[in-house]
């Protein structure tokens, strides 16, 4: 997992292909994307979410295969959590269409992301997002997914 500031992300071009790429997308279309809807880009898609976090016991790990999972924080703020495929059980087998496994775990690594934050996670980064600690937040935030 990566955690940086947004405008530093140009940094990992060697590691994260295509992602000045997705960042000139999220620039473009930032006042006026459709939330939910996918925009591609050579290497990947972007999408757009507005939303309130929701109690720490009410999220769930995922990770995934395909994508390399970017997610910036535009407004607002969101707690996220790290785990690791051996500390978690798998509560929704893998779907290839979705890209997307789902698991259960305790929530033993987190850290609050707030507005001009990133963070980049890989297929070994088993990963909940958009949960609160003590009280309810308002986020607003692009997703990136970048092909493997």
């Given at each position: 997992?990566?955690?940086?500031?947004?405008?530093?992300?140009?940094?990992?071009?060697?590691?994260?292909?295509?992602?000045?790429?997705?960042?000139?997308?999220?620039?473009?279309?930032e006042s006026s994307c459709e939330e939910g809807v996918?925009?591609?880009?050579?290497?990947?898609?972007?999408?757009?979410?507005?939303?309130?976090?929701?109690?720490?016991?009410?999220?769930?790990?995922?990770?995934?295969?395909?994508?390399?999972?970017?997610?910036?924080?535009?407004?607002?703020?969101?707690?996220?959590?790290?785990?690791?495929?051996?500390?978690?059980?798998?509560?929704?087998?893998?779907?290839?269409?979705?890209?997307?496994?789902?698991?259960?775990?305790?929530?033993?690594?987190?850290?609050?992301?707030?507005?001009?934050?990133?963070?980049?996670?890989?297929?070994?980064?088993?990963?909940?997002?958009?949960?609160?600690?003590?009280?309810?937040?308002?986020?607003?935030?692009?997703?990136?997914?970048?092909?493997?």
């Amino acid at each position: 997992m990566i955690i940086d500031r947004i405008e530093r992300l140009v940094n990992y071009q060697a590691i994260l292909k295509n992602i000045n790429k997705a960042l000139s997308k999220v620039d473009e279309l930032e006042s006026s994307c459709e939330e939910g809807v996918r925009y591609p880009f050579e290497g990947g898609f972007v999408f757009f979410q507005k939303g309130q976090t929701k109690a720490v016991a009410d999220s769930q790990f995922e990770a995934h295969k395909k994508y390399i999972d970017v997610q910036l924080l535009l407004e607002g703020e969101e707690w996220l959590g790290l785990s690791d495929h051996n500390e978690v059980t798998v509560a929704t087998p893998y779907s290839e269409e979705k890209d997307v496994e789902k698991y259960y775990g305790e929530t033993l690594h987190s850290m609050k992301a707030s507005r001009g934050m990133a963070y980049v996670c890989f297929p070994w980064d088993v990963h909940k997002a958009v949960f609160h600690m003590d009280q309810t937040s308002q986020f607003t935030k692009a997703v990136i997914k970048l092909e493997v």
